[in-house]
C-alpha cells in the first residue's frame, strides 16, 4: 500500500538511519507486532517493559510508512469535539478519551528525553474560530474542558488580534501540546529495543496467521514461520484489510515545510501551534530549526497517482491559506508531501481484539488527526490485554463501538419516524376539533405543508386519512366570513401545495 507522495521532511532530513535485516529462519516468541510505525515502537517499549519476548516486522524499511509523512502534532485535543464525544457515548467517556491524550503527552516527553534528539518540546495549541458560526459550538467545548480541569483560556477577538495578528471570533488556548520528528523517534526508539533484545526485522511480510487458544502461527512472505502467544497487529492504515469490514475511511492529507524563519518573524509561532474549527482544518506548528510546517486540505483520494498529482496544487493552496493568516511570513516551499490516514465516524481509534480473530490478536489502529497520541495511550492498553489486565480505555477503544453505532442509528430513525407521525396526527386532530382557523395557520407558516408530505411518504395511510379528514370537515365546517375564506386559498391548505 502506497501511503505518501512527494518528499516527506523527515525522510529527506534523517535518511536511512539504521538497516534492520530481514527475517531469515524460524522463530518463536510471546508477542509479535507486525508494523515498523511509531505506532508498533511505542507497543515494543511497552510490552519490553512488561518482560515479554518481543518480535517486530516490517515490510518496508523502519519508519517508512505513515510515520515519515506525520506532521506530528501532539494533543490531546481530539478531531472530535468532547461535547460531540458527551453527546454519543456520554460525558464521563468523553473526558476518559480527552484524558488519556493528555496523559500520553508527557509519557511521550519522558521517552523523547529517554532516547534523546528527536526535537522533541512542549508547545502551546490555539484552537480558534474559522467563522462566526462555529463560535458558540467552540464556546460550549471550552466550558466543558474547563469544567474538567483541563488547562484551556478563552480568547477574545481582540486578544487573538493582538497576541496573534489575525482576526477570529473567539479561540481556545491550551497549555499541553508538543512536537516531535517521527521519524527519528521511531528509530531511536527501535533502536535502544534492539539492544534490550527486541528482535526488529525490516523488509519481512507477513503472509498470513492463523490463531487458537493457545496462540499464533504466523507466516511471511519467504516462508519463515513465526510462533507467538500473541499477534499485535499494528500496521496503521494496511490493518484493515485483515476485517472483513471496514472500520474506517482513508483519506489523503497534504502538506508543505518552509526554509527557517527569523524568530522574530515567528513571533508565538515559535512555540505555539495553530489549528481551526473548520472540517478538514488548516493546521501548522514549528520544528526546533525554526521552518514552518503546515498541513491540511483533506480529500477523499485515496489512488497514489491522483495524490501525487496534488501535492503541488494543494501546498499552494495551503501557502495562500496560511498568507492571508500572516502576510508578513516567508511562506515559500521547500518540500511538500501528502499521506493516507484513516478516520473513524467519531474521531476515536480502535485498540484490542475483533471478533473476527479472537482474543490471541489485537489490533492497534491509532487512526484519525491524534495518531501518535493515540498510540502512547493504547500502548499501555495492549499491553494490559495481553496480560489479562482491566484498563479503563478498553471498552471505548473497543470495536464494541460499532454494535452500539449501529444500536443508535435504529433508534434515530425509529424516532424521528415517529416524530414525523406523531405531527401529522396533531395535526388532523386540530382540523377534526374544529378548532380555529387561525390556530392552525402558525403551523403552516413554520412547514407544516413540508412535514405532513414527510409523515404521507414515511406512512401511506397517512394521506389518505388526510383526505378523508378534509371531506368530513368541509361537510361539517359552518358558514364563515369572507375575510376567513382568503384563509382558505389553496395555498393555505393544511397540507397543500405551494
Known amino acids: 500500500m502506497d501511503l505518501k507522495s512527494g518528499y516527506p521532511f523527515w525522510a529527506v532530513k534523517n535518511g536511512l538511519m539504521k538497516a534492520f535485516p530481514p527475517l531469515t529462519s524460524d522463530i518463536r516468541c510471546d508477542v509479535l507486532i507486525v ?30 510508512g505513515s510515520s515519515a509523512a506525520s506532521t506530528a502534532l501532539l494533543q490531546y485535543e481530539i478531531d472530535t469535539h468532547m461535547t460531540e464525544l458527551a453527546a454519543r457515548y456520554g460525558e464521563d467517556n468523553a473526558v476518559l478519551a480527552y ?10 516527553q519522558e521517552l523523547a528525553t529517554m532516547v534523546r534528539d528527536v526535537d522533541f518540546a512542549a508547545m502551546h495549541s490555539l484552537y480558534f474560530a474559522s467563522s462566526l458560526f462555529h463560535a458558540g459550538r467552540l464556546k460550549a467545548e471550552y466550558e466543558l474542558r474547563l469544567c474538567h480541569g483541563f488547562a ?9 488580534r493582538e497576541q496573534y495578528g489575525f482576526s477570529s471570533a473567539m479561540a481556545i488556548f491550551s497549555d499541553l501540546a508538543g512536537r516531535i520528528d517521527p521519524y527519528r523517534f521511531t528509530y531511536r526508539l527501535l533502536m535502544q529495543l534492539q539492544k534490550r533484545g527486541v528482535s526488529i526485522f525490516d523488509r519481512t511480510r507477513l503472509a498470513s496467521f492463523a490463531s487458537s487458544s493457545r496462540g499464533v502461527v504466523a507466516r511471511t512472505a519467504d516462508g519463515m514461520t513465526i510462533k507467538a502467544g500473541h499477534l499485535v497487529l499494528a500496521a496503521g492504515y494496511a ?17 508543505f515545510i518552509t526554509d527557517p524563519i527569523d524568530a522574530a518573524a515567528l513571533g508565538p509561532l515559535a512555540n505555539t501551534m495553530v489549528w481551526e474549527s473548520a472540517r478538514p482544518y488548516l493546521y501548522m506548528r514549528s520544528t526546533g530549526d525554526g521552518r514552518l510546517l503546515i498541513g491540511g486540505e483533506d480529500n477523499d483520494i485515496d489512488i497514489a497517482l491522483r495524490r501525487d498529482a496534488s501535492v503541488d496544487r494543494k501546498a499552494g493552496i495551503l501557502r495562500k491559506r496560511v498568507a492571508r493568516l500572516f502576510p508578513h511570513l516567508p511562506l515559500q516551499p521547500a518540500f511538500a508531501w501528502a499521506g493516507t490516514f484513516a478516520e473513524t465516524d467519531d474521531g476515536l481509534p480502535f485498540f484490542g481484539p475483533h471478533p473476527q480473530h479472537g482474543p490471541r490478536v489485537q489490533f492497534a489502529m491509532a487512526y484519525g488527526g491524534n495518531g501518535i ?28 463501538r460499532l454494535k452500539q ?8 430513525h425509529q424516532h424521528q419516524h415517529q416524530e414525523f407521525l406523531d405531527e401529522n396526527l396533531s395535526l388532523r386532530r386540530l382540523r377534526c376539533a374544529g378548532v380555529f382557523r387561525e390556530r392552525a395557520l402558525p403551523e403552516l407558516q413554520r412547514g407544516a405543508g413540508l412535514r405532513a408530505r414527510r409523515a404521507r411518504y414515511l406512512h401511506p395511510a397517512a394521506g389518505r386519512s388526510r383526505a378523508m379528514d378534509q371531506r368530513r370537515s368541509a361537510a361539517q365546517r359552518p358558514a364563515v366570513p369572507a375575510v376567513q375564506e382568503r384563509d382558505r386559498s389553496p395555498d ?7
Not at 497520541?373 to 470495536?399: E, K, N, V, W, Y
Not at 453505532?405 to 434515530?412: D, F, M, R
Open 99 to 108: 484524558r488519556a491524550c493528555a496523559d500520553a503527552i508527557p509519557r511521550l
Open 152 to 160: 484551556v483560556r478563552r480568547l477574545a477577538r481582540g486578544e487573538i
Open 373 to 400: 497520541t493515540f498510540s502512547a495511550a493504547g500502548a499501555g492498553l495492549i499491553a494490559r490485554l495481553i496480560r489479562r489486565d482491566q484498563h479503563p480505555l478498553a471498552a471505548l477503544f473497543s470495536f464494541d
Open 405 to 412: 453505532k449501529k444500536h443508535q442509528h435504529q433508534h434515530q
Open 35 to 64: 508494523g515498523g510505525g511509531i505506532t508498533a515502537a511505542l507497543i515494543a517499549q511497552e510490552l519490553a517493559d512488561d518482560g515479554q519476548a518481543v518480535v517486530v516486522i516490517e515490510q518496508r524499511d523502519i519508519g517508512w
Open 492 to 498: 393555505l391548505q393544511l397540507g397543500g401545495r405551494r
Open 239 to 255: 490493518a484493515q484489510q485483515y476485517l472483513d469490514t471496514r472500520v474506517a475511511r482513508n483519506r489523503s492529507s497534504y502538506a
